[in-house]
Structure formats: C-alpha cells, structure tokens
C-alpha cells in the first residue's frame, strides 16, 4: 500500500506532548508525529458506502479513515484523519491496558477470557454473562457495583428468552459489563474507591487517560469529553492518532517493557476469544474468526471502527460521519481487504458481513450494501 495521494513528500505534524500531568505514570511517554500525507483533500469527507435498491444508489454514507504504522508513518488515509473523534468502544484495548499494568490479573487471577472481556461489547449472551458474574464474585463485588446500566442482551435469542421467563436485564447484560468489571478490579488493586469509578476525575479514568495520551501521542489535557452509553468519558481523539494507538497495539516493540508486556498480554487474550469480543452474528467475532487473529477488531458507536494487524504492524481507525453501524463494518471489510488481510476468496464467502443483501418484509433481496466505487482503491 502507498500512500493513498500518490505522493512522496511526507509532511510532519507532531500531535504530541504527553507531559500534562494527570496523575499519572507518564513514563516512557512517545511523541512519535503522524506523517506521510499531502496537504489538499482534507475538507471533502469521501463517500465511502453506497446503499442500492433497484439499480441505483438510495443511500450514501460519508466517512473518513486512516491506516498508520506505529511509529507514526501513515500509510494511507481518506477524508480528514487529523478530525478529532469520540472512539468510543473501539478503544477498549486501550482501557485495558491499566488492569494489567496495576498487577490485578495476577491479584485477582484474571483469566484471557475475562481480559477478553474487559475488551468487549458483548451480546449478552450466557457464556458472557456467566463470566462475568463468576469474575465479580471472586473479587467481591456484586452486578449492583457496576455503574454501566442496564438493557436487554443485544443477541435476540437471549433477550426472548429472558422475556418468555419473566425475567429482568441485569448490568451483566450490558454489553460493556467486562470493560466495567475491570475498572472495578482495578479500583480494588490500587485500593481507591470502587464507588464513583465512571467519574472523568476517579484516578481509574485518570490512569485510562495517561494511557491514551501515550498510546496516541497526543496531548488531550485541554480536549473535549463527553459520557459514553455506559456512564465512562469519552475522548475526542484525532482519527490518525486513534490509528496510530492501535498500531502500537500491533507493533509495541517502542513501548516502554512494562507497556509492551501489557499490550502483548491483551492482544494474545483478544486473538484467542473472538466470540467474546462480540457473539453470535457480530462482525467483531466474524470477522476475527474469518482472519485467524490477522485482524483484531473492535466496534464502537457512532460508526467507529478500529483494527489492529498484528503480522503487518498496522493500526486502522475510520469514522462514519452519519454514525451508522451498517456501514462501519462494509468500510472496515474493505481497508482489510485493502490491506490484503482479508482474501477476494474469503470476501464472497463472508458476503453476510462484506457485502451484505438489504432483504424486505418477506426475505427477498431488494437491494445491497457495498463499499463506494472504486473505493478504496481510488483516492
């Protein structure tokens, strides 16, 4: 892959600083600048996925993405990738990181299923619930400690059934109750207060923060925040720089030791439990599953996508500027497949999740959901 404006000038903008002191470890701090773009193109947000029904285009959906390596070079990039995004979810790897920096995995004994976990949005099926509910007991907590609300399981099978039995949603339903179980695990770790952890001031979102100014090489003390579906901050990150975190997801060979063995450690447990990443249908699991842990993928709301491709040493962040989910995951396909991680062969046999058929009322095939034409390949 080149560099998506065919150009060989590269242009250096140092997004970092790091040093602004919240409290925490900042040690090892990187300031690795993102580089390898031209100048023009950056105000037009390029159509991205295309919705048809009967021969033409119904829908469009605009968005932008980036493909960086870890130590800063961005290797392609559509649309504005230095706009500053709320990942969301898609960052839950990068939340982790502090509950196996503070010593709580081996505290607690933390399995790779439950860090699997702490990095997922789950359907809340059984096997997540169970899990999880098993992971509070041991460190003494209860569903009624975690501060990430409540609703029906995502998977359908699982809400009916709760449902038909009469039964309520609990916390451990919500589909970041493993992201939520770790925060309190380390809370428990460090000995601060379990009450309160959702709060931007809680040294558990603190620590969280240092995290993602490191990993991303920004500075974030005067960015914007917002509060995430479960209660935590959500920060506005530029999308290159969101990319050039989860490049060093894949590639953490310039990580400070104790952040690489960290970052090891949640990439081995997120590879080996795609279903748990997701669950049934999800194109997070389908996904991994499809690329044999080539790919580690993680969605987020408001059309958030990230991925990690460990073999290669590439991070991938895209936005879609609607916000829809639907198209994310049509996106993300594509860069993969871009990125050769994902085979024209094993494309059409994931059409579902790829390509998908819009289908009406009774099943039919009507329409479709597609990457743009011509896109990714054109610029």
């Given at each position: 892959?080149?560099?998506?404006?065919?150009?060989?000038?590269?242009?250096?903008?140092?997004?970092?600083?790091?040093?602004?002191?919240?409290?925490?470890?900042?040690?090892?701090?990187?300031?690795?600048?993102?580089?390898?773009?031209?100048?023009?193109?950056?105000?037009?947000?390029?159509?991205?996925?295309?919705?048809?029904?009967?021969?033409?285009?119904?829908?469009?959906?605009?968005?932008?993405?980036?493909?960086?390596?870890?130590?800063?070079?961005?290797?392609?990039?559509?649309?504005?990738?230095?706009?500053?995004?709320?990942?969301?979810?898609?960052?839950?790897?990068?939340?982790?990181?502090?509950?196996?920096?503070?010593?709580?995995?081996?505290?607690?004994?933390?399995?790779?299923?439950?860090?699997?976990?702490?990095?997922?949005?789950?359907?809340?099926?059984?096997?997540?619930?169970?899990?999880?509910?098993?992971?509070?007991?041991?460190?003494?907590?209860?569903?009624?400690?975690?501060?990430?609300?409540?609703?029906?399981?995502?998977?359908?099978?699982?809400?009916?059934?709760?449902?038909?039995?009469?039964?309520?949603?609990?916390?451990?339903?919500?589909?970041?109750?493993?992201?939520?179980?770790?925060?309190?695990?380390?809370?428990?770790?460090?000995?601060?207060?379990?009450?309160?952890?959702?709060?931007?001031?809680?040294?558990?979102?603190?620590?969280?923060?240092?995290?993602?100014?490191?990993?991303?090489?920004?500075?974030?003390?005067?960015?914007?925040?917002?509060?995430?579906?479960?209660?935590?901050?959500?920060?506005?990150?530029?999308?290159?720089?969101?990319?050039?975190?989860?490049?060093?997801?894949?590639?953490?060979?310039?990580?400070?030791?104790?952040?690489?063995?960290?970052?090891?450690?949640?990439r081995r447990a997120w590879a080996a439990n795609p279903y748990l990443i997701g669950g049934r249908d999800t194109f997070d699991t389908r996904m991994m599953e499809a690329t044999g842990g080539d790919a580690l993928i993680k969605i987020g709301a408001e059309g958030v996508m990230c991925a990690v491709l460990p073999k290669l040493g590439l991070g991938i962040a895209l936005k879609i500027e609607d916000g829809a989910s639907r198209a994310a995951g049509?996106?993300?396909?594509?860069?993969?497949?871009?990125?050769?991680?994902?085979?024209?062969?094993?494309?059409?046999?994931?059409?579902?999740?790829?390509?998908?058929?819009?289908?009406?009322?009774?099943?039919?095939?009507?329409?479709?959901?597609?990457?743009?034409?011509?896109?990714?390949?054109?610029?």
């Open positions: 892959m080149s560099d998506t404006h065919g150009s060989s000038h590269h242009t250096s903008h140092d997004h970092a600083c790091c040093g602004h002191d919240h409290g925490n470890d900042h040690s090892g701090a990187l300031a690795s600048p993102l580089e390898g773009h031209a100048e023009f193109g950056a105000a037009e947000t390029p159509v991205l996925v295309e919705v048809t029904r009967g021969g033409i285009v119904e829908s469009r959906h605009r968005g932008i993405a980036a493909i960086v390596d870890a130590e800063g070079h961005v290797v392609a990039h559509w649309g504005d990738f230095e706009k500053p995004v709320y990942a969301r979810s898609s960052v839950k790897s990068l939340q982790a990181i502090p509950l196996v920096e503070s010593g709580a995995v081996e505290a607690f004994g933390i399995s790779d299923e439950e860090l699997a976990l702490a990095c997922a949005s789950h359907n809340g099926e059984t096997r997540h619930t169970t899990l999880v509910s098993a992971w509070l007991e041991r460190i003494g907590l209860t569903p009624a400690d975690l501060e990430c609300g409540t609703h029906l399981p995502y998977d359908d099978a699982t809400a009916h059934a709760l449902i038909r039995a009469g039964e309520a949603p609990s916390p451990v339903h919500n589909n970041c109750s493993g992201k939520h179980t770790g925060m309190l695990a380390t809370a428990l770790r460090k000995g601060e207060p379990t009450r309160g952890y959702i709060r931007f001031d809680h040294p558990v979102q603190q620590r969280i923060l240092g995290v993602f100014e490191q990993m991303t090489a920004c500075d974030l003390s005067k960015a914007p925040w917002g509060v995430d579906g479960c209660g935590i901050p959500t920060i506005a990150i530029p999308l290159g720089s969101v990319a050039l975190a989860m490049a060093r997801l894949a590639d953490p060979r310039e990580l400070p030791d104790h952040r690489a063995e960290a970052v090891t450690h949640i049509i996106a993300m396909a594509a860069l993969l497949r871009q990125c050769k991680v994902l085979t024209d062969a094993r494309w059409n046999e994931l059409a579902g999740v790829t390509h998908p058929d819009i289908t009406n009322r009774a099943g039919l095939a009507v329409g479709g959901i597609r990457p743009a034409e011509g896109w990714p390949e054109q610029v």
